[in-house]
């Protein structure tokens, strides 16, 4: 297909930005302008070609958005979950819900029933649940959670009353959601107030005290940050103890991913008292157990490692080792206080750990014997693990082809008992295969494939293909359940993820293998994936399509721009593409631990611009199809990016194949709505239909 859209004139268009005392160009600037009619028309008219390449409203089209909305759809690193004896409390999209939502299950098993829907809960219109907080009050009765507004990345706590059913008026507003702590008696609950990373002028960032009924206004700041630890992005995310008024404070510093931990009683004036300084190691509370805390650090193993800390007497020379490192890494938490996929449940250490990018959960005594290893159908990850009383734990987890499912396990036996499980159509998954192979890197190095499909040894054709990847911030790609993938595969195609470096797939080596100047790495690991898939028979380029989220967009225009000649279509959502535009946004200095420090470092600019996809478009090429989707309100990766990527794509190739914006608007970088979800995955689906060969029409294996 013909692009016949070509950019509108910038205001510059010979535009620069001044880098290191160089004049780094700055291509179609005019597009940074979200406001600017010319910009504006452009847009309704690309969004406009989108719809009629699509089919959007069609009844193919219609059909992939109908099914997508019909699906549970849940956050992975977000999901909340807390339980007391007798309840668990969740936050998720059951299937055919508009919105996450928060719902109580028995312990003992019986139906979900829904707690809070911000639709019909809230006279504020726009309003959703965010999943990173939800903590029930040592006493039971009451819950706190957070709302967020569409498109932003700040929300408000409130408070539910689990007795009367009924949301209390307390409202703290405008804070970057974080898990709070309960205080021990329920009156009220500490909080993190970390605003610095938004860029906005506040007055004092710290640990805050809320008490039930209070105003906002009314808290009081216990642990004011510094200016110098405003200025590094630190967070202060707070944990009570057990039967103790002591908290164990974590500072986590956004700017240089370091963290430090305290221990604090908020009844005496003394300063609280440092188990570990500021460092780069990471760590998370598993519980504590006979004053002793136990922790999963990566302090001395890479790993990392399970120690107890004695509470009297908490510096590092009085830990002792309890579960060494080993050859597998103990999975990564969220960035966060408490573990979320490790824990202590009564005598019981549940640990888990990343084995050939999957989960595996092990028991161990508290002397560090290990016990029992808990069996899994599929390859899984773990979601979150909470203990209960009398040697019981609630699991959350997920696979390729299983939803989110909850049960209730038995740490002595390892028995598990569901609680809540959601399944697809028993025929939408006949004889599909999820199969691990490894291949060969430029340098030797075995990557981990994974294989989602059927006949996946069958070579008397091609196959449409779909290759996914991240390879980034070190974080792990595991088997998790994503509406794509049962949409691709009714469709007659075969589903892959590579596990590129730059993840956490191997703990840090594999990410610093492909970090800073080393970003190629991912690049090339990826293409590696691309030429094994070929040279074994099971694609080509015509049937090849390749798609990544954020970092992962990144990763595809970097493929796109490096290496047009291996695919036929590619798919960036909420995508980095423009790295010196990047630099402009709220927190860049941020990525720059990621990327290199662009404003300071001669060498990892060239390394960056020499792969920054807006800046390596060139004329003649046969580049791959292309789909961007940004979130218009995203502020991590501002949407410019997107259509910039796009103009220079059809300005440089106006009879090239088609390169398209589907902007989603009034998003953010995570947390779309429903229909948001839905109308995008039409798009991308309907997209490959019409750009990869063999794609057949959705619904053939529904």
């Not at 075995?446 to 499909?453: A, E, S, V």
């Not at 800046?615 to 990766?637: I, M, W």
């Not at 910039?644 to 709505?673: C, D, M, Y």
Request: hydrophobic letters at 40%; glycine letters at 8%.
């Amino acid at each position: 297909m013909r692009n016949p859209l070509g950019a509108p004139a910038p205001r510059n268009a010979q535009a620069t930005v001044a880098l290191q005392n160089r004049r780094i160009p700055n291509p179609l600037v005019g597009l940074e302008d979200v406001e600017n009619e010319a910009t504006l028309a452009w847009l309704e008219q690309q969004h406009s070609h989108r719809s009629n390449f699509l089919g959007r409203e069609q009844s193919e089209w219609l059909a992939i958005r109908d099914y997508v909305a019909g699906l549970p759809l849940y956050e992975t690193d977000y999901f909340g979950l807390t339980c007391t004896e007798k309840w668990c409390f969740f936050t998720m999209q059951p299937p055919c819900v508009k919105q996450v939502n928060i719902y109580a299950i028995p312990i003992e098993g019986g139906q979900h029933r829904l707690l809070v829907d911000p639709t019909r809960d809230f006279t504020e219109s726009g309003l959703r649940i965010h999943e990173s907080c939800l903590e029930v009050s040592a006493c039971g009765r009451y819950l706190v959670f957070s709302v967020c507004r569409q498109g932003q990345d700040v929300s408000d706590y409130r408070v539910l009353d689990l007795e009367t059913e009924c949301i209390l008026t307390d409202v703290i507003a405008n804070l970057i959601t974080a898990p709070v702590a309960w205080k021990n008696d329920s009156s009220g609950f500490y909080y993190g107030a970390f605003r610095s990373l938004m860029g906005a002028k506040i007055p004092i960032d710290g640990l805050y005290f809320h008490y039930l009924g209070s105003a906002q206004s009314e808290d009081i700041c216990l642990r004011p940050l510094s200016n110098e630890e405003q200025m590094d992005y630190v967070a202060v995310l707070p944990w009570m103890l057990p039967d103790s008024e002591q908290l164990l404070l974590m500072y986590y510093s956004y700017r240089h991913l370091t963290a430090g931990l305290s221990l604090w009683s908020p009844d005496r004036p003394n300063a609280p008292q440092v188990i570990i300084a500021q460092h780069s190691t990471q760590f998370a509370v598993l519980g504590v157990r006979n004053d002793q805390l136990y922790l999963n650090t990566t302090l001395d193993a890479e790993n990392g490692r399970i120690v107890a800390v004695p509470l009297d007497n908490p510096v590092p020379d009085n830990w002792s080792e309890v579960v060494p490192t080993r050859s597998a890494p103990i999975a990564r938490p969220f960035p966060g206080i408490m573990d979320n996929r490790s824990c202590l449940c009564g005598e019981r250490l549940l640990i888990t750990y990343l084995v050939d990018a999957k989960h595996q959960v092990e028991t161990f005594d508290l002397a560090g014997n290990r016990l029992i290893e808990l069996a899994s159908p599929q390859p899984e990850t773990v979601i979150g693990l909470r203990p209960m009383a009398d040697g019981q734990c609630i699991i959350s987890s997920s696979s390729f082809l299983q939803p989110l499912t909850f049960h209730r396990l038995n740490v002595e036996n390892a028995n598990r008992t569901s609680l809540l499980k959601f399944t697809l159509p028993a025929a939408q998954f006949d004889g599909v295969e999820v199969r691990q192979i490894f291949y060969a890197a430029d340098d030797g190095q075995d990557i981990p494939l994974y294989l989602i499909g059927r006949d996946l040894d069958d070579r008397a054709h091609f196959r449409p293909l779909l290759l996914y990847g991240y390879g980034g911030f070190g974080q792990t790609i595991t088997p998790i359940f994503n509406p794509d993938l049962p949409v691709w595969i009714s469709m007659g195609g075969v589903y892959a993820v590579a596990n590129i470096r730059g993840g956490g797939e191997y703990g840090s080596s594999w990410h610093e293998a492909a970090r800073g100047v080393n970003r190629h790495v991912s690049f090339e690991d990826f293409r590696a994936a691309a030429d094994f898939l070929t040279s074994v028979g099971l694609t080509d380029r015509e049937h090849l399509a390749i798609r990544g989220i954020s970092n992962g967009g990144l990763l595809v225009g970097a493929s796109v721009v490096l290496h047009p000649d291996k695919w036929s279509a590619a798919i960036a959502e909420a995508p980095l593409l423009d790295m010196i535009q990047m630099l402009q946004q709220p927190g860049a200095d941020v990525l720059c631990e990621e990327f290199g420090d662009l404003f300071g470092d001669e060498q990892v600019l060239d390394v960056v611009l020499g792969y920054s996809p807006v800046h390596n478009v060139s004329s003649g090429v046969d580049y791959p199809a292309v789909l961007t989707v940004p979130a218009a309100e995203d502020p991590r990766a501002h949407p410019c990016q997107s259509w910039k990527f796009v103009a220079q794509l059809q300005f440089h190739n106006p009879e090239g194949r088609p390169a398209l914006i589907s902007t989603v608007p009034g998003e953010g970088h995570v947390n779309w709505s429903t229909n948001n979800i839905a109308y995008a995955q039409a798009d991308q689906m309907m997209f490959l239909r019409k750009t990869v060969k063999g794609v057949k029409p959705f619904g053939r294996s529904l």
